[in-house]
């Protein structure tokens, strides 16, 4: 065989000598079972579909580097964060959240933002969404909340009712359903929305001093979004036009860029601070807690192959390094469980091993072994438990975090600012939002929740008045409501309006 000549195999690396005629008894059958190559390629094709992500099903991704701009040092000691001018590898993953892997890009839909930075201590993944806010503040919450937002389980189809029932039944979610129900909801293209962590994170330092941290990473291509009516264009002309942009854009060497800022807070401040700050149905106001510049990150190349990459790809927020940690936010909490589960039931218990998702600069090394799909040396014959006197990797004492106080009764306990759901939206709809902003929001929910029971539409409206009147009223007169009744509803307490829309 010539060394320039490309030889097709099974498998197994046997070269296959005819990859149009199965194997026959005669002509012109039938098949003969021993055509191991059909077999091959049979078996594999059918079993090409690993299960699609419950959440964030389709998505584009890329991989680029972010750079330290700025000295962060007295906040965190992480090393990728530690000179002014260090350069880490990253990974990003954008989606869309609540549709299917065939669904169009230009849904009226959250997006996800996640990063993972390839560093010396491991990877570090920042999964976040292009809102830096979300709908529910409980994780026991949430796949309720999903089974709302995915397929009637009658109809198979789409249901505002479900939609509606359980967001009205729900007013934490009202933020983010303001910000959804905004142009927002359907950014232009992946490159021109910014990234949101949304959670609270702890940062600490060499001395054990630590923080807590809020990251905004803010396009330079601009925010650019779609209007209602371009997003319904837009869904018929090309569905998939975000993840064609992206690869395209860095085809074409425009290779899009944020800048990284983190919000920073004292333990001090957050302990006295208006709201709650690991609620992750508000945010810190900027006035509070200013923008630090962080870094920067570009994308500039695309992936070989998608389904190695971007299919492939998991990332969970419980993939932190020293410097970087967790907080007591309870939905942060049930993700830090819920992402590495759902990777192991849809990539299998050794996911962290392929390619796009293993720690390059600082392979792991640890006692875990066997599996589905182990693929590397397995350990080889290293031990394979703890402690043991034969050289096997042993704990770190210096990356422990600082800790901080946890105290209470354990038990189901309620949300204790049960008034101030309505604060930020409202100020987000009368101070943020220009006119042009606020007609569109209205036209945006009116088209979606007219289709809900008039009863889920009182209920849900009363929830717009409470953030704020003019909401309110605006978007009872769009759906032909009595205004004086949605007021009355605003009036009552959650269990009140619930009993009375029942």
Known sequence: M?????????????????DQNTMTAGSPGPTLLQDVHLIDKLAHFDRERIPERVVHAKGAGAYGYFEVTHDVTKYTKAKFLSKVGKRTEVF????????????????RDPRGFAVKFYTEEGNYDLVGNNTPVFFIRDPLKFPDFIHTQKRNPATNLKDPDMFWDFLSLTPESIHQVTILFSDRGTPKTYRHMNGYSGHTFKWYNEKGEYFWVKIHLKTEQGIQNLTRDEAERMKGVDPDHATRDLFQAIERGECPAWKVYAQIMTPEQVEGYRFD???????WHQGDAPLN?????????????YFADVEQAAFSPGNLVPGIAASPDKMLQGRLFSYHDTHRHRLGPNYQLLPVNSAKAMPAS???????MRFDANG??????????FGGPVPEPQ??????????????QPYTHPN?????PGILYRKVMTEEDRDHLIGNIVGHLGGAQKRIQLRQTAIFYKADPEYGTRVAEGLGLDVKEVERLAEMSHEERAKATA
């Open 399 to 412: 990356a422990a975090e600082p800790a901080f106080e946890v105290s209470g009764k354990a038990g189901r």
């Open 293 to 305: 510049p962080v870094g920067r990150m570009v994308l500039n190349r695309n992936p070989e192959n």
């Open 277 to 283: 700050s690991f609620d992750i149905t508000k945010v």
């Open 92 to 107: 990003v993953r954008f989606s869309t959240v609540g549709g299917e892997k065939g669904s169009a890009d230009a849904e």
């Open 380 to 389: 080889g014959g290293s031990p394979n438990y703890y402690p043991n006197s």
């Open 2 to 18: 010539a060394e320039d000549k490309k030889v097709l195999t099974t498998s197994s690396g046997a070269p296959v000598d005819d």
């Open 366 to 372: 640890n006692y875990q072994r066997d599996g589905f």
């Open 420 to 424: 101030d759901d309505f604060v930020q």
